[in-house]
């Protein structure tokens, strides 16, 4: 019902539905294989829906629900309610300060009752993707301007300056991914040349002693200096752009990174990025862990290590569907949801996880595609949006699980135990299918 | 617009594909090349556990168990699950205050976290089990779990049974390839140690799931890797087990040893060590406190004295110096030699003799003389076709090794002493290389520097009732599906005395007929039974101070086709006639005719039971104990009332005792196990020391 039917407004994109299924399945599957008790009847269990997995299945059919409503609605709508539904999001966000329930140490959700709680952030991710959308697919918008890209940054970045006071750190960097859409719908390069440059200084400073960073930093300068000398020479202004350049590369190093870190991060986020880079940080110099009166804790990456061995345990072939002696043995903490990851990894092994990757990257390649396709830039910049999220979101997540990135609290799309998370990407990825359906018209 | 930036989408889905290959190089370097988490993995998860089979049974030569397993029960606790119990109910079945109940679950939960079950009370005991038992479906979160201990079903025989302990760095680096691990339990002594690879049985290992918190989640790949357990094979001994209650019971208030030798087979009838313990005091709860107890007593009741301790043989010697004799050719039966009251030949006057006049073979024997086997050693030794008294000796010594002396036997209990044949390079060294036979005089009477232990002295018996051969003595007769390691090969292998004729061994053989008809043993014959004995009483010094003389006698029975041959000891008794004799005749009575008849000679077994013979230091040094403890006991007495209970505790043992009930243990453990305390040290001398304690009050 697709792609020989392209003229047809009811085309949903079969591709992405059944990639959306699989993956869904998966994810109840590696659940399962986390609550997996022998001895247990696991059908009464399930019929039960005490575990964790049957409430997956039954979140997942709320979400077929929800799908089919998005499906049989008006692609317009979206356009229509765009910003509207961004400020209801704000909203929602600035509520949780108010009436927000502290789950395990940040204080972003709201109850619905009947055990159930909403995390606004999440869907914030909906929201603030489609008032993206909106704000450059507008006539008015003219991305090659200044204001217009400080206009769509500040879109971005303000659930995430909410998320930071929630202290949901991972959340917050998600809307980073917006610069990716931004950077597809005409962000100058150099932005992201300049930002990929702060990263290596930011990790340098975290690695290599300040003075001796400081010291090499004044030497690329003066080397820079001398084999620019005669551009130099012919133009005046060069040389105080590379000081300045100098200036704020070794000004960042020495205070804005120290002071990032033992002020603005909890003790524990510093203490995990340092053993990122395998160096301990010292807690004492933290502002926020002296307020309180906690000692502070040894460095402890007991999370990364068990998931690293979990996973690096499953070998080549894996050891087998519901045969995982870390899952079983609940080593890994959060394994149902954050760490659902290693799961997978230990009960079928490398050929396992490059399968799962690999139906990922089709499902990203497929968004791209999509994308690409369509003809009002609404709906194109909507598919980058999605695939930014899911991209970053997988990214983080598996990287996090394999030791190559701190741990934050993002979960695997569709994967990952959790209502709100599979609400989420449910909501974006069929959106985006309405939004394709419709593909011809021309979206404002 | 869509146009516009599309070579942007291939650098997107470029970024994409670089992020994800840095991923599946992650995931490479992970599953494929990195073996450590593998590793990691399994000592994480995979609890290996080792299933402990049941140690192999020892039975008698009636096949009656004398050392075997039974089970008792922890009582184990898991300290989440036992929340909200009712406490004071629980205390109460305990006999515990909730002070003690709190303190106990505290140290379980810091010593061993609060979700896995640790062991609440050890070893309950048979009553507090049925009362415990009854009550546990009240306490959630406490279960009962068995384990297996050894027990000594008739209470005898510690010393040569031995005992089971916890290994120790020792043990483990000796026997590195063993599979034993920390914490395992292996034969330590006696049969348990000599015969642990049999006994031990072949642990199973099987492989377990646990969780983060180390709870057992179940098998490992369904038990594919797991080994079964093999239980240790049973183990047959010689030991009458009637005849080793008897001994002991015997042996009571006494310090030395008893053996006695099936000489047809070698086999050991039984092997008593004075002062005996309950091999069961030291199994069960109290093990450690009941081991140091023993340990520190200064009667040494964990040696095992018939295989462990030497002494010079005395008279029984003589039986081997008149073979000797006769062997050489030096005296036949009609030689005689006349006595005038002390041997002059070496002009010393020493050794003495107690009743002069003129002796044949047999009544020298019968009447112990000296001056005839001191005559004989000499001209023995003295024989001019050897030319020196050195050469002499070599001879001599080959005789009486041939007989077992000089050299450990190779009994099949572990330390066991060699004994002593002094040689002539050792005599070269003391008295010069123009030694005399005079230097050494005394060894003709078997004081001197010749030492046997008594199970050799046994062996010298047994040898002597089979005319000159015998095999090597031993516990263990034969084992429940063979001999699978060639243990029991040697005692198979008959052992021949150096060319002595069956006509010596006649000779010998009336001589100690005669011992017993009419000579020294004359006083304990048995009506009915041909016995041949020889007594002994052995001159001793601790430190050069001579002590009372150690008391010896040996034996076979009957002289005709002969069954039982024995040796005992008691050290610093007396004369050999007065207390080892009697025991020994006892003995051979109760083995050949199952029954000690008449009341006289029930009478005697009562009457020797309650003879006190334990050496003065010991007592002094026994004393001194008690009053240590006395001493620690007293500040404990003085400041409060409520401290009442301990002081009854104390005064207990010695209100026993008044009442003739034996054992320096605890009230509490004579209320419980009075069937136990009756084989448990006695020691009556306590009361004396208590009546001296006494006086000053009144």
């Known amino acids: 019902m697709n792609d020989r039917n392209k003229n047809s407004t009811q085309g949903f994109d079969a591709t992405v539905m059944w990639l959306y299924a699989i993956l869904v399945g998966i994810g109840i599957l590696c659940i399962f294989m986390v609550e997996y008790k022998p001895g247990i009847d696991a059908f009464q269990s399930f019929i039960g829906g005490k575990t964790n997995y049957s409430k997956q299945v039954i979140f997942s059919g709320i979400c077929i629900v929800l799908a089919t409503f998005i499906l049989l609605a008006d692609s317009k709508l979206f356009t229509a309610f765009a910003n509207l539904m961004y400020v209801f999001g704000i909203v929602l966000m600035l509520a949780t300060f108010v009436i927000g329930k502290n789950i395990s140490g940040s204080k972003s959700w709201i109850p619905l009752g009947g055990g159930f709680n909403l995390q606004p952030a999440e869907l914030c991710k909906v929201f603030t993707s489609l008032a993206i959308a909106k704000f450059l697919s507008s006539q008015e918008t003219d991305f090659t301007k200044l204001k217009s890209q400080i206009i769509a940054t500040a879109i971005a970045l303000m659930p995430a300056v909410l998320s930071i006071a929630q202290h949901e750190l991972g959340l917050a960097l998600v809307y980073l991914t917006f610069f990716i859409v931004m950077y597809r719908e005409g962000l100058p390069p150099g932005i992201l040349v300049i930002s990929f440059s702060f990263a290596v200084l930011v990790v340098a400073t975290l690695l290599i002693e300040p003075n001796i960073l ?231 | 617009m869509s146009v516009y930036n599309q070579s942007r989408s291939r650098s997107i889905q470029i970024i994409f594909v670089l992020v994800f290959i840095v991923i599946i190089g992650q995931l490479i370097h992970l599953q494929i090349f990195s073996s450590k988490y593998d590793i990691l993995a399994r000592n994480n998860a995979i609890f290996r556990k080792v299933i402990y089979p049941d140690r192999g049974i020892i039975f008698d030569r009636k096949k009656r168990a004398i050392l075997e397993n039974s089970i008792m029960f922890d009582l184990v606790v898991t300290p989440n699950e036992a929340k909200g119990i009712d406490t004071a109910a629980f205390c109460a079945l305990l006999n515990i205050d909730t002070a003690s109940y709190k303190k106990r679950i505290h140290d379980i939960i810091f010593k061993n976290t609060a979700v896995k079950p640790s062991v609440f009370e050890a070893l309950l005991s048979p009553e507090m089990y049925s009362k415990v038992n009854e009550n546990l479906y009240k306490f959630p979160g406490f279960v009962l779990q068995e384990r297996s201990i050894r027990t000594y079903p008739y209470n005898v025989g510690g010393n040569i049974l031995g005992y089971i302990q916890e290994v120790d760095t020792g043990f483990l680096r000796r026997h590195k390839d063993e599979g034993y691990e920390m914490g395992d339990y292996a034969g330590y002594t006696g049969l348990e140690r000599s015969y642990e690879k049999i006994l031990m049985g072949q642990r199973g290992i099987k492989q377990l ?445 010695s209100n026993s005792q008044q009442e003739g009930l034996p054992g320096n243990i605890p009230a509490k453990d004579t209320e419980n196990n009075k069937k136990k305390s009756t084989a448990i040290l006695p020691n009556t001398y306590k009361k004396n020391s208590l009546k001296k304690n006494a006086k000053p009050k009144r």
């Open chain 2, 209 to 653: 799931i646990r969780d983060n918190k180390s709870r057992i989640q179940g098998s490992f790949a369904n038990g594919e890797y797991d080994t079964a357990a093999v239980a240790g094979k049973n183990l047959y001994s010689s030991i009458d087990v009637e005849l080793q209650q008897l001994g002991e019971k015997l042996m009571t208030n006494k310090v030395g040893s008893i053996v006695a030798i099936n000489p047809k087979t070698g086999g050991v009838l039984c092997m008593v060590s004075a002062p005996n313990y309950n091999p069961n005091y030291i199994t069960g709860s109290q093990r450690k406190k009941h081991l140091g107890e023993l340990l520190l007593d200064p009667r040494s009741p964990l040696i095992n004295r018939t295989i462990g301790s030497k002494y010079s043989p005395g008279s029984t010697f003589k039986t081997m110096v008149g073979m000797i004799g006769l062997a050489e050719g030096i005296i036949d039966v009609n030689s005689t030699i006349g006595c005038t009251g002390a041997y002059l030949g070496c002009g010393t006057g020493k050794p003495k003799c107690l009743d002069p006049g003129t002796f044949k073979l047999t009544e020298a024997i019968a009447h112990s003389c000296n001056t005839y086997f001191a005559t004989v050693f000499r001209r023995t030794l003295d024989q001019p076709k050897f030319g020196s008294a050195d050469s002499g000796l070599i001879i001599f010594n080959q005789y009486a090794s041939s007989f077992g002396l000089g050299n450990k036997l190779g009994v099949d209990l572990p330390s066991e002493k060699r004994g002593n044949l002094p040689t002539s390079k050792y005599y070269r060294k003391k008295h010069g290389s123009k030694w005399q036979t005079c230097n050494i005089i005394s060894n003709s009477i078997g004081q001197g520097e010749v030492e046997t232990t008594i199970v050799q002295l046994a062996n010298v018996m047994s040898t002597i009732a089979n005319k000159g051969w015998y095999y090597t003595p031993h516990l263990i007769d034969s084992i429940d599906g063979g001999d699978e390691y060639g243990l029991l090969e040697k005692f198979k292998e008959k052992h021949y005395t150096k060319g002595i004729a069956d006509t010596v061994f006649d000779a010998v053989q009336d001589g100690m007929q005669a011992v017993m008809d009419f000579g020294t043993g004359s006083g304990f014959k048995i009506e009915g039974i041909t016995v041949c004995g020889k007594t002994g009483t052995v001159e001793n010094y601790d430190k050069g101070v001579k002590q009372k003389d150690h008391s010896f006698f040996g034996a076979f029975a009957p002289r005709e086709n002969p069954k039982i041959a024995i040796a005992v000891i008691c050290e610093n008794a007396g004369f050999g006639a007065t207390y080892s004799g009697p025991i020994a005749s006892l003995l051979i009575e109760k083995y050949l005719r199952d029954s000690i008849a008449g009341k006289e000679r029930k009478d005697k077994v009562e009457s020797m039971t309650k003879t006190n013979l334990i050496p003065l230091k010991m007592q002094i040094a026994l004393e001194r104990i008690d009053s240590i403890k006395r001493a620690k006991l007293k500040p404990v007495e003085e400041p409060i009332e409520e401290d009442s209970t301990s002081v009854e505790e104390e005064v207990a043992p």
């Open chain 1, 214 to 444: 400081a010291v090499v930093l004044t030497i690329i300068a003066a080397i820079t200096v001398y084999t620019l000398r005669r551009q130099i020479k012919r133009k005046k202004n060069l040389l105080p752009i590379i000081i300045s350049i100098w200036m704020i590369c070794v000004g960042i190093q020495r205070f804005v990174v120290p002071y990032i870190f033992n002020n603005t991060f909890e003790c524990y986020q510093s203490t995990r990025i340092y053993s990122m880079v395998g160096k301990e940080y010292d807690c004492s110099q933290n502002k926020k862990a002296q307020k309180s009166s906690k000692p502070p804790k040894k460095t402890d990456d007991y999370n990364v290590r068990q998931s690293m061995i979990a996973i690096g345990s499953g070998g080549f072939w894996g050891k087998g569907f519901l045969k995982g002696t870390q899952t079983r043995g609940k080593y890994v903490p959060e394994q149902h949801t954050d760490f659902i990851f290693t799961s997978l990894g230990e009960a079928f092994g490398f050929v396992g996880c490059a399968i799962f990757l690999g139906l990922y990257l089709f499902l990203l390649f497929r968004i791209v595609r999509i994308a690409e396709r369509q003809r009002s830039t609404f709906s194109r910049v909507y598919a980058y949006c999605v695939a930014s999220i899911l991209f970053f979101h997988i990214t983080v997540n598996v990287c996090m699980t394999i030791g190559l990135f701190p741990i934050i609290g993002i979960p695997l799309p569709l994967i990952s135990y959790g209502g709100s998370s599979l609400l989420t990407f449910t909501i974006l990825l069929f959106i985006l299918l309405r939004l394709d359906a419709d593909r011809q018209m021309v979206l404002r």
